[in-house]
C-alpha cells in the first residue's frame, strides 16, 4: 500500500507522526508513505502520486486532470469538512472514494468565530494597534460598540458548527435566528433557533456568522444586494469558505459604512 501526503508548504510545517502512525497502524507496517509539498507544478504533482493507493490532503486542489492522471487511486483524504477543491464527479468516474472528517474542529471552529465576533464588537484591533504602535491607551478613541446580550445573531447553515455556536451566542444573551434549508424546523425549534428566509436573515440581524458547505448555490452569497438589505450594519464573521462572500462587495460594505466590522478566517 502507497500513501502520499500531499498539500502546500504551510500546511506540511507540521509533526505529520500522528497521520504516519495511524496509516501504518491500519493498513500495516509495511505502507509506503511519501510527503509531496505542492509548488504549481501540475506535472509533478502527478508524478507524485502516479502510483498510491491514497492521498491525504488538507487544501490541494484537486480537478479532473489531476484524478485521471491516477486512474487507479483508491481514495483522497481530506482533513477538512469540505470537499469543494476536489472534482467529485470525476472521482466518482473512476471509483475514486473522496472523504472528509465529519467533527473535524467542530468546538474549536464556534470557538473561533465568537472570537472574531468579540474581536470586532469590542473593537480590539483598534485598541491593539493604539497600544502596540502609538503606545498610548485611550478608551474614547473610538466609540459606537455593539452590546451583544439582546441583540440578534444569524447564523447562515445550521450544521454541526452552526448548531455548536448557536450555543454559544445564546450563552451571550443574544436572539438566534438561522437561514439554513436542510435543517429540519423541529431540531431548530429543540435548540432554540428559529428559522427564517436569509433575506429576514441579513434585514434583522447584528452579526452574521457564515457556516454553510460552499456549494454553486451559494458562492457570493453575502454580495452588494445582501449588504443592501442590511438594516442593522451587522458584524460580518466567516469561518467557512471564502467564496461565500463578494470581496468587493464586502470592502465597499465596509469603507460606506453599511456594516459594523468583519471577522474573517478564510
Do not use: W
Not at 67 to 90: C, M, R, W
Amino acid at each position: 500500500m502507497k500513501i502520499a501526503i500531499c498539500d502546500y508548504k504551510e500546511p506540511l510545517n507540521r509533526d505529520l507522526n500522528i497521520e504516519k502512525n495511524i496509516f501504518k497502524k491500519f493498513l500495516g507496517e509495511d505502507t509506503e508513505i511519501s510527503l509531496y509539498v505542492h509548488e504549481g507544478n501540475e506535472q509533478a504533482f502527478k508524478d507524485a502520486i502516479a502510483d498510491v493507493d491514497g492521498i491525504l490532503t488538507s487544501y490541494l486542489e484537486f480537478p479532473k486532470e489531476i484524478i485521471q492522471s491516477n486512474p487507479h487511486l483508491k481514495g483522497i483524504s481530506i482533513e477538512a469538512t469540505g470537499y469543494n477543491f476536489v472534482d467529485a464527479d470525476a472521482a466518482q468516474a473512476q471509483n475514486t472514494a473522496v472523504t472528509v472528517i465529519g467533527e473535524y474542529c467542530t468546538q474549536e471552529v464556534a470557538d473561533h468565530a465568537m472570537a472574531l465576533m468579540l474581536a470586532v464588537a469590542r473593537k480590539l484591533k483598534h485598541y491593539d494597534r493604539e497600544i502596540e504602535y502609538k503606545h498610548v491607551y485611550d478608551y474614547n478613541s473610538t466609540s459606537g460598540m455593539i452590546r451583544l446580550e439582546g441583540s440578534t445573531f444569524g447564523i447562515l447553515g445550521l450544521g454541526k458548527i452552526g448548531k455548536a455556536v448557536a450555543r454559544r451566542a445564546q450563552g451571550f444573551g443574544m436572539h438566534v435566528i438561522a437561514y439554513s434549508p436542510t435543517c429540519q424546523p423541529e431540531v431548530a425549534q429543540a435548540l432554540g433557533v428559529k428559522l427564517v428566509s436569509k433575506e429576514e436573515l441579513f434585514e434583522t440581524s447584528d452579526v452574521i456568522s457564515v457556516h454553510m458547505r460552499l456549494t454553486d448555490k451559494n458562492v457570493n452569497m453575502l454580495n452588494r444586494e445582501a449588504f443592501a438589505m442590511m438594516k442593522k450594519k451587522p458584524i460580518i464573521v466567516n469561518v467557512s469558505r471564502g467564496a461565500m462572500i463578494d470581496e468587493e462587495a464586502l470592502l465597499e460594505a465596509l469603507n460606506t459604512g453599511r456594516i459594523f466590522g468583519a471577522g474573517l478566517d478564510v
